[in-house]
């Protein structure tokens, strides 16, 4: 376990992923409700909060939250500039505090100019955490101590697994893990409206596209299979398989998806 455990736990905008990573902590015990100061959008927001978690803080005013020894800045990009000229100087220089920021594409080096006097830890969770199956890439900024970093992969854990891995990989690591999911959905969007184009009725098309991902998947998973491995595996010579596969090389599939997961690495990098 790590020797770091803040007192208290700040959350700066407190939408659906900072939730799957919070209500956890609340959950387990490993944070109090009356530890935790997050500072949301709106009063019915609040309002809601202090009903799911009884003894929670949250206010629209985000003075406490800055407060905390550990901060999760969740907000959306674009309110970034606006939310760090607001944000108050750290009230310690000889133990500065946390913060972890979830904000799609924007380096440390970024962060460590908007917020200084902070610890910076950039964090890329996907969608995935929402059901604690996601991935997160973690990139340490200056001064954050091994048991800071033991702690913050604690946090990640909870909602899947968690990779260090140098700042310049995560805009790639992004691309595929948090863009991916979308791509995926668009696969399984697609092959529902094959098989309902063959005759399956909508529903039972999408449940069967749904769990064929889901299957192959964990296939590809448990058996540390390489993707054309299982390719391989389920086309036979002149078989359906075969002529599936012949249709989706006609139609670009591979190239395309390469395009995407490049895409959105260099959008990552724009944003950043």
């Known amino acids: 376990?790590?020797?770091?455990?803040?007192?208290?736990?700040?959350?700066?905008?407190?939408?659906?992923?900072?939730?799957?990573?919070?209500?956890?902590?609340?959950?387990?015990?490993?944070?109090?409700?009356?530890?935790?100061q997050a500072a949301v959008a709106s009063q019915a927001s609040a309002e809601r909060l202090r009903q799911q978690h009884?003894?929670?803080?949250?206010?629209?005013?985000?003075?406490?939250?800055?407060?905390?020894?550990?901060?999760?800045?969740?907000?959306?990009?674009?309110?970034?500039?606006?939310?760090?000229?607001?944000?108050?100087?750290?009230?310690?220089?000889?133990?500065?505090?946390?913060?972890i920021s979830v904000l799609a594409g924007v380096t440390v080096a970024r962060l460590q100019r908007l917020f200084p006097g902070w610890r910076i830890v950039r964090a890329v969770p996907n969608t995935p955490c929402l059901v604690r199956a996601g991935l997160t890439g973690l990139a340490w900024g200056e001064g954050v101590s091994a048991e800071q970093q033991a702690w913050v992969q604690q946090l990640f854990a909870q909602v899947g697994e968690v990779l260090q891995l140098p700042e310049a990989q995560l805009d790639a690591f992004l691309a595929?893990?948090?863009?991916?999911?979308?791509?995926?959905?668009?696969?399984?969007?697609?092959?529902?409206?094959?098989?309902?184009?063959?005759?399956?009725?909508?529903?039972?098309?999408?449940?069967?596209?749904?769990?064929?991902?889901?299957?192959?998947a964990?296939?590809?998973?448990?058996?540390?299979?390489?993707?054309?491995?299982?390719?391989?595996?389920?086309?036979?010579?002149?078989g359906t398989t075969m002529a599936g596969i012949r249709a989706l090389e006609s139609g670009g599939l591979r190239a395309a998806l390469i395009e995407a997961v490049l895409a959105a690495a260099e959008r990552s990098r724009q944003l950043g």
């Not at 959905?185 to 769990?211: I, K, N, S, W």
């Open 176 to 216: 595929l893990t948090s863009s991916g999911p979308a791509f995926v959905a668009m696969v399984a969007e697609a092959m529902a409206d094959g098989a309902v184009a063959a005759g399956l009725p909508r529903v039972q098309a999408h449940h069967l596209a749904h769990r064929t991902l889901a299957g192959t």
């Open 1 to 36: 376990m790590s020797s770091f455990s803040p007192a208290n736990f700040g959350v700066i905008g407190l939408g659906r992923m900072a939730q799957a990573l919070l209500f956890p902590l609340l959950e387990s015990g490993q944070l109090s409700s009356a530890g935790v």
């Open 54 to 99: 009884p003894g929670l803080q949250a206010s629209t005013e985000a003075l406490a939250a800055w407060r905390c020894e550990a901060v999760l800045l969740a907000v959306k990009p674009q309110q970034l500039e606006a939310v760090a000229a607001a944000a108050p100087a750290p009230t310690s220089a000889a133990d500065p505090p946390l913060l």
């Open 218 to 238: 964990a296939l590809l998973q448990e058996q540390q299979l390489h993707p054309a491995q299982l390719k391989d595996l389920v086309s036979s010579p002149g």
